[in-house]
Every structure is written in structure tokens, then in C-alpha cells.
T-cell receptor, first 112, second 114 residues
Framework: ELKVEQNPLFLSMQEGKNYTIYCNYS?????LYWYRQDPGKSLESLFV?????AVKQEGRLMASLDTKARLSTLHITAAVHDLSATYFC????????????FGTGTRLKVLA | NAGVTQTPKFQVLKTGQSMTLQCAQD?????MSWYRQDPGMGLRLIHY???????DQGEVPNGYNVSRSTTEDFPLRLLSAAPSQTSVYFC?????????????FGSGTRLTVV
């Protein structure tokens, strides 16, 4: 059964600092997705990583995928308050079921 | 506007009542899913569909039914509501071919069962 774990679950950081959110998953997959959710809102897609070694960047966020380690990272550079949100990773089980499973989320708070 | 439409946005049910949460998309997406979101537990997959006429169970299917008679619609039925089904429900869709794109999510339905 596919399991997706994120850490940390909560992250409070100062503006201007760097940090990394980790996403580990339990079975073979070559598709990993990152989403952002603002409080009381729906989710929006941030990144789609489709192969080993894939790296995507937008603004202060950069995501990468290592399928051999079953690990994805979301790196935040020089955080700003507007990045405060909950970030989710999700993985597709490509073994046959094609279930699309989410991690528990990382709640990020950037302090001014 | 193209997207995923969920109705209703809010609903209060009494224990034992049944209801259907509606989900429709106009992007010709083959792949559709229902999730529930509870504090501290992320999104958990209830049911999903890879195309019209095909549905399958997710992580937490008990107490819910789905059907997919058309590409556009994917309703979620609560058979006999229980307080444990109090949650925020999200419908999402994407293209199935290789799942090369992220989901498009609906705005959610906040359900309270009393």
C-alpha cells in the first residue's frame, strides 16, 4: 500500500531564511506533485515532477525528485510572508491501481 | 470558466440522512477523484475513476458510493450520514494519459453531520 509522509508537519520560519520540506513515499513511482493550500481555500497545483532527477523552480520555491530514494524536496529560498500556506505532496501508485495519494501536509508560517 | 464545480458548498445533515455531493468538470478529464480533508490528516482518497463507467475504492471508501455515467460528472453519495463523516470534501480531476498534469480541484463542500 502506498504511503506518503511529509516532514516537518509544522514549520515556523523567519522571513529571509531558507528551508526544505521533505516528502517520502513507500512504493515505486515516477510521478510526484506539489500543491499549495491557503486557509479555507482549495488546493492549487505548484509542480509536477515526472522523472528521476526532475527539478522545477518557480520564484522562491524549487522542487526536486529522486525516485531511487523515493524522496522529493521542496526548497524555500529567502522566505516571504506570502509563502505562508500548507504544502502537500502527492504520489501516483503506478503499480496498477493509479491511486493518487497525498501526504499529510506541511503547515508553513513565515514570520515577518 | 473551465474547471471543477462542486455543489453544495456547505451542508448540515442529521445522523442517518443520505445525500449526494455533486461534482462536474468541463475539461474532458478522464480521471476524477473524491477526497476528504480532516485536520492533521491531509487529504484521504475516498473513491476515484479513470473514465466513464469505471470506479474504484480509495483509502477510506466505507459509507460512500460513487458512479461515473458520463465523463463530466462524478457524484459522491453518503448512504447514512454519521458524525465521523463531518469533513471538507474535495473533488478533483486531471487527464489520465500518463497523469502528466496536476489535479484541478473544486472549491470544496464543508459537511457537518449532527
Amino acid at each position: 500500500e502506498l504511503k506518503v509522509e511529509q516532514n516537518p508537519l509544522f514549520l515556523s520560519m523567519q522571513e529571509g531564511k531558507n528551508y526544505t520540506i521533505y516528502c517520502n513515499y513507500s512504493t515505486t513511482s515516477d510521478r510526484l506533485y506539489w500543491y499549495r493550500q491557503d486557509p479555507g481555500k482549495s488546493l492549487e497545483s505548484l509542480f509536477v515532477l515526472l522523472s528521476n532527477g526532475a527539478v522545477k523552480q518557480e520564484g522562491r520555491l524549487m522542487a526536486s525528485l529522486d525516485t531511487k530514494a523515493r524522496l522529493s524536496t521542496l526548497h524555500i529560498t529567502a522566505a516571504v510572508h506570502d509563502l505562508s500556506a500548507t504544502y502537500f505532496c502527492a504520489v501516483v501508485d503506478i503499480s496498477g491501481t493509479y491511486k493518487y495519494i497525498f501526504g499529510t501536509g506541511t503547515r508553513l508560517k513565515v514570520l515577518a | 470558466n473551465a474547471g471543477v464545480t462542486q455543489t453544495p458548498k456547505f451542508q448540515v445533515l442529521k445522523t442517518g440522512q443520505s445525500m449526494t455531493l455533486q461534482c462536474a468538470q468541463d475539461m474532458n478529464h478522464e480521471y476524477m477523484s473524491w477526497y476528504r480533508q480532516d485536520p492533521g490528516m491531509g487529504l484521504r482518497l475516498i473513491h476515484y475513476s479513470v473514465g466513464a463507467g469505471i470506479t474504484d475504492q480509495g483509502e477510506v471508501p466505507n459509507g460512500y458510493n460513487v458512479s461515473r455515467s458520463t465523463t463530466e460528472d462524478f457524484p459522491l453519495r453518503l448512504l447514512s450520514a454519521a458524525p465521523s463523516q463531518t469533513s471538507v470534501y474535495f473533488c478533483a480531476s486531471t487527464t489520465h494519459r500518463g497523469l502528466d498534469y496536476g489535479y484541478t480541484f473544486g472549491s470544496g463542500t464543508r459537511l457537518t453531520v449532527v
